[in-house]
């Protein structure tokens, strides 16, 4: 890297984050209406957890998501009118959005801000990027094969499962007088059904 940039990567890092910390501040991400805003700031929290910055991320994401549900992306866009285009867009925002919060909270053993009954955002649909047109009035269908979204469904789907699964946790940072116990079998069915749903819709067709 040095050879090609002439720095190390270390100083790249820390001067394209400065960077990009400084463009978000110029952006006024804190009080913005514009949803490339608040794409830029989850791609950023999700880079910058690799580097395992993990406190600022768990306290990010928070903040991020009080700016998401500021500009509604908790609702669906259909329950808005929007187009096809926007609705995708938040739908693949706001769920993008729901796995950093899994991981930043699994990092600091605790739990997900996101509870699945905030929110109604459908998954996006599995297809393609260039079958999203601005213009169209009409959603594109659904793929019954792979698609370019595929990999990330698969990750909403697995974060959905996780959620679940610490909602019936009987782990230390959960409340036994609040929250609801499942028994192992239970779990493990939980778990085998999300499989057998995650072969059907998607695995299956990386086989062909």
């Not at 805003?37 to 957890?49: D, E, G, N, P, Y």
């Amino acid at each position: 890297m040095r050879n090609d940039l002439g720095q190390d990567k270390d100083q790249l890092l820390k001067q394209y984050r400065f960077g990009i910390e400084q463009a978000l501040a110029r952006a006024n991400f804190l009080n913005t209406n514009e949803i490339v805003t608040v794409q830029a700031l989850v791609i950023f929290l999700i880079c910058v957890r690799r580097l395992d910055d993990t406190r600022f991320v768990w306290s990010m994401t928070a903040l991020a998501l009080r700016i998401a549900q500021s500009l509604g992306l908790h609702r669906d866009g259909t329950k808005f009118g929007l187009s096809p285009f926007d609705t995708e867009m938040r739908r693949r925002l706001w769920w993008s959005l729901c796995v950093l919060d899994v991981r930043a909270a699994e990092d600091h053993a605790s739990e997900p801000s996101i509870i699945d009954h905030t929110f109604d955002t459908e998954l996006p649909l599995n297809i393609d990027d260039c079958e999203l047109d601005p213009e169209a009035t009409e959603a594109p269908v659904p793929k019954s094969e792979l698609s370019e979204m595929t990999f990330c469904l698969i990750r909403f789907e697995i974060c959905t499962l996780v959620k679940k699964l610490n909602l019936f946790s009987d782990s230390k940072i959960s409340c036994p007088k609040i929250r609801p116990q499942l028994a192992v079998e239970d779990k493990e069915r939980m778990i085998q059904e999300f499989a057998v749903r995650l072969e059907e819709n998607y695995l299956k067709y990386s086989q062909e």
